[in-house]
């Protein structure tokens, strides 16, 4: 309770120069989310972004405990790409780190590119490619939809931990067994990543029932019936 | 619109400013990772082993008045911990926001 604790990376775990690599991939990411988000965001997206940007920096800060002494927080990827699309969802998780690292230092600046490379860039890039999937071969209800987020929310926080676990075989600052890295992350961020997925669901689901119009990945992807199922609850 | 975002950015100011100081204080996944196999004294120094967490580095804005989601000058936690989460909800949704309108498609002004 006396520390709120942040699953960011820190400074001084990935040597400099890897560090700079992955922030000029995280600016370009970033860049090519800027010019595609352009085309998706209208005056009905745009203050939606605004508030999804809001609601995950507010949830990032409620850490659940996953194991003994072990704790984990929503990154939410899943969450963002299904309510405002890929690109604006990305762009929205790198606000909230940029928000997280320069005022509340958490999350090392050196280490911002990383952090934006494993979070915001894969943690949407896994969640478009799972939520597109599933909401097409899911049953067109709320419980799909539920399910599309709990799934993609599981794999995509593995997947950006995995990021992770590249960033340090390139430029680890010790000499630990990579493969115990990986199995350490994968296994916690397997619980981390059912969590993000039961909050992630619980909010799309919420969204859905109120306003089924402001959610992007069912305009997206699962065209007309969808409209029915949501106006009716 | 106008009433699901204000709702929207209320559960938002409840949850960081609120329930925010009732969430876990235990290090979380990566953090879990980057200490095992190092050994730490009750001031959380690393006393000895090998472990990721050996060459990590203080944060370069760690003097900030906001830093590790406190207030700087506010002694008491719960206060400390709400206040600095209602502040970073309305900054991200200022800045998200700002940058979001900012971006988004208009119609031609003059057709």
Redo the contacts between chains.
Sequence with gaps: ?????????????INGPVSAIFMVIAVAGLAVC?WR???D???????????????????Q??????LP?????LLGGTLAVILVGPW?GA??VA??LI????????G???ALGLNITNMALIGAAAAYVLVALLLRVLPRTTAGLGATALIASVIGVVLA?MG?VAE?ALG?????SLGG?AA??AG??T??GIGEGLIAATTVVTVAK??PD?VYALRAFRKPTYAKAGSAA | MKKFLIGGLLVALLLAGVVSSFASGSPDGLDHAAREGCTFNADDEITGGTCMAQQEQDHQLAGSPLADYALRGIDNEYLATGLSGVIGVLVTFAIGGGLFWVLRRRPRADG
Excluded: W
């Excluded at chain 1, 002494?69 to 927080?73: E, I, L, N």
């Design positions: 309770m006396d520390d709120v604790q942040a699953m960011h990376i820190a400074n001084g775990i800027v988000a352009k085309i965001l209208d005056d009905r997206l745009a203050p939606m972004a605004g508030l999804v940007a809001a609601f995950i920096f507010a949830v800060m409620l850490n659940f405990g996953v002494g072990v704790s984990g927080h604006v762009l929205c606000t909230v928000v997280q690292c320069l005022i509340f230092s958490d090392g600046l050196t931990s992770f340090y680890g600052t010790t000499e630990l890295i350490t992350l916690v961020h619980l981390i109120v306003r402001l």
